[in-house]
């Protein structure tokens, strides 16, 4: 056995997750976000357990992950690739059955100069100012368009994770006026935040994503989301220190009593940031213990006094899960749960539990 670094991917956590975000959302179901090698979980086996829950619909960002998510569903679902023609071929979208998402009337333009037949979604800017045809653009855009259908029409909330804020229902109402252009093509507006907003908000297919890995910073999400993976270090070394030690690089942490401290298998060249110096956390047993002194790149060290004589070497020390909650975690690095996990790099050994 190798001491490294490990995350167990719960699948079935991911899948029921999705069950509940499906009859959560309106007659057009949710679909599934699993760009990003789908949140670090990764993006074969998570398509795959959604898909045989009976998940039709999958969002990437790239035509090449739009392939590797055809490559575990097969034929079926609808493979959706967000990020324009610019990061989808033409062999893509006809060997893997992608539809792309046009973002612009440029794409609009070079979609219809290669006269395909092949379906396509458009994505409608209705504020975000990020990708999307602008409102004000869109008799131009059916202009151009000519008799191509849209399969899928799409925009995506600025606000969605403050309930409190405007912005989505403005964005909504835009929305609705802009697709009255495309009468019967259906749409998709919600992201996970959005779930937790009005039922009105949710319109059409829902592209979920960070809700199934069970995470989310939206102060109206449900605390009982499962989580998608466990994080774990095991111990390599324990040390009883006395009062007044400095721990690790800078020797920006000193006891302040005698302490016992473990060194964990986990770094930022693992992924695991280093902004949680000093303010991150670990769960040994079910004692939290917490990271003192600097992150680096192999190593990081906790408290475990609280939790001695758990600490030995070889135990498995928790830093995301269902003790170690993620966006707590996150948070306590000064970011959301979105970049802890999906910042999280090959050296760092994945399991999958079915
Ligand atoms: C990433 C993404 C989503 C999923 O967002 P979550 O906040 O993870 O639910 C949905 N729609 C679009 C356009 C996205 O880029």
């Not at 990764?42 to 999958?58: D, T």
């Not at 092949?118 to 504020?127: E, K, N, S, V, Y």
Request: negative net charge; proline residues 6%; charged residues 15%.
């Amino acid at each position: 056995m190798s001491l490294r670094p490990r995350a167990t991917i719960h699948l079935s956590n991911i899948v029921d997750n999705w069950r509940r975000l499906n009859a959560h959302s309106g007659p057009g179901g949710a679909g599934a976000v699993v760009k990003a090698d789908a949140y670090g979980h990764g993006v074969g086996p998570v398509s795959k357990a959604l898909s045989n829950a009976g998940c039709q619909a999958f969002f990437v960002a790239y035509g090449f992950e739009g392939a590797q998510v055809r490559h575990a569903v097969g034929e079926g679902p609808d493979i959706f690739v967000f990020n324009g023609l610019g990061a989808i071929s033409a062999e893509e979208i006809k060997e893997s059955d992608l539809i792309p998402v046009l973002n612009s009337l440029a794409d609009i333009s070079d979609w219809v100069g290669l006269r395909s037949e092949a379906p396509f979604a458009l994505h409608i800017d209705t504020g975000m100012n990020r990708l999307g045809v602008r409102t004000e653009a869109i008799d131009r855009a059916v202009e151009l368009l000519g008799d191509h259908a849209p399969v899928l029409l799409m925009t995506h909330y600025a606000c969605a994770d403050d309930p409190a804020s405007p912005a989505s229902r403005q964005q909504m109402t835009a929305f609705k006026a802009a697709a009255a252009t495309f009468p019967g093509v259906p749409l998709s507006v919600s992201n996970s935040a959005a779930q937790w907003l009005h039922a009105d908000m949710r319109l059409g297919l829902s592209r979920p994503g960070i809700a199934l890995y069970g995470g989310g910073n939206s102060p109206a999400r449900p605390q009982d989301l499962l989580p998608g993976m466990s994080l774990e270090a095991p111990i390599l070394q324990v040390q009883k220190l006395p009062r007044g030690e400095a721990v690790g690089y800078g020797a920006c942490y000193k006891t302040d009593q005698p302490a016992v401290i473990a060194t964990v298998a986990l770094g930022y060249g693992d992924g695991f940031l280093r902004s949680l110096s000093n303010c991150g956390f670990g769960f040994l047993g079910d004692i939290r213990c917490p990271i003192v002194g600097r992150v680096s790149m192999d190593l990081t060290t906790i408290d475990v006094t609280a939790a001695y004589p758990l600490a030995k070497p070889g135990r498995w020390v928790e830093f995301i899960g269902s003790q170690a909650d993620l966006e707590l975690q996150a948070n306590a690095a000064g970011t959301l749960g979105y970049e802890l996990i999906t910042g999280l790099g090959p050296r760092v050994e994945r399991f999958y539990e079915y």
